[in-house]
C-alpha cells in the first residue's frame, strides 16, 4: 500500500499511476476468470470419466446379461486414453505442474546374442519345509541380464 509521502504532487502522473493499478487489477481479475474455467472444465472431464470408470466396474462386476461384448470395451478404452491425453496436454499448455509419470521400466529389451551369458542360481540349502518336513516346489523365479 502506498504511503501519503510516496505519491507525487502532479495530478497527471496520479492518473496514470490510477490507470496502471485498474489495468493490472483487470488483468489479475481475467487471469482469474480463466483459471476458473479451467478447473471448472477439468472438473466436468473428471466427473465424465468417474462416469466411464464406474460402467466399467458395472462390466466387470455385473451380472452375464450386462456385460459389453469385447470390441466396445475396446472401443471405450481408446476413448479413456484419448481424454485422459487430451486433459494432460490441456494442462501441459496451461503450465500447470505435470502428473506424476508412471515409473520407467527396467526393461529394455535383450542383450545381443554373441554377449557371453552367466547363469547364476540362488537357492536354499535345503529341500525339506521347516515345518511339515514334505518336499518344498518351486515357486516362482526372476531372470535378468546385465553388462
Known amino acids: 500500500m502506498l504511503v501519503e509521502a510516496?505519491?507525487?504532487?502532479?495530478?497527471?502522473?496520479?492518473?496514470?499511476?490510477?490507470?496502471?493499478?485498474?489495468?493490472?487489477?483487470?488483468?489479475?481479475?481475467?487471469?482469474?476468470a480463466d483459471l476458473e474455467s479451467a478447473d471448472s472444465e477439468a472438473k466436468a472431464e473428471i466427473d465424465r470419466l468417474n462416469a466411464i470408470i464406474a460402467a466399467?466396474?458395472?462390466?466387470?462386476?455385473?451380472?452375464?446379461?450386462?456385460?459389453?461384448?469385447?470390441d466396445q470395451l475396446a472401443?471405450?478404452?481408446?476413448?479413456?486414453d484419448t481424454a485422459v491425453s487430451?486433459?494432460?496436454?490441456?494442462?501441459?499448455?496451461?503450465g500447470a505442474p505435470a502428473v506424476a509419470a508412471r515409473p520407467r521400466g527396467g526393461n529394455r529389451g535383450r542383450l545381443p546374442a554373441h554377449l557371453e551369458r552367466v547363469e547364476q542360481v540362488v537357492d536354499v540349502d535345503s529341500k525339506?519345509?521347516?515345518?511339515?518336513?514334505?518336499?518344498?516346489?518351486?515357486?516362482?523365479?526372476?531372470?535378468s541380464e546385465r553388462l
Open 6 to 32: 510516496e505519491l507525487p504532487d502532479d495530478p497527471a502522473l496520479l492518473r496514470a499511476m490510477l490507470v496502471a493499478a485498474e489495468a493490472r487489477l483487470s488483468e489479475r481479475d481475467q487471469h482469474i
Open 56 to 70: 466399467f466396474q458395472r462390466h466387470r462386476f455385473g451380472a452375464r446379461s450386462e456385460q459389453l461384448h469385447p
Open 86 to 94: 487430451r486433459v494432460r496436454a490441456g494442462a501441459d499448455a496451461r
Open 75 to 80: 472401443l471405450a478404452l481408446e476413448e479413456l
Open 128 to 143: 525339506a519345509c521347516v515345518c511339515c518336513g514334505g518336499v518344498l516346489h518351486v515357486i516362482g523365479e526372476d531372470v
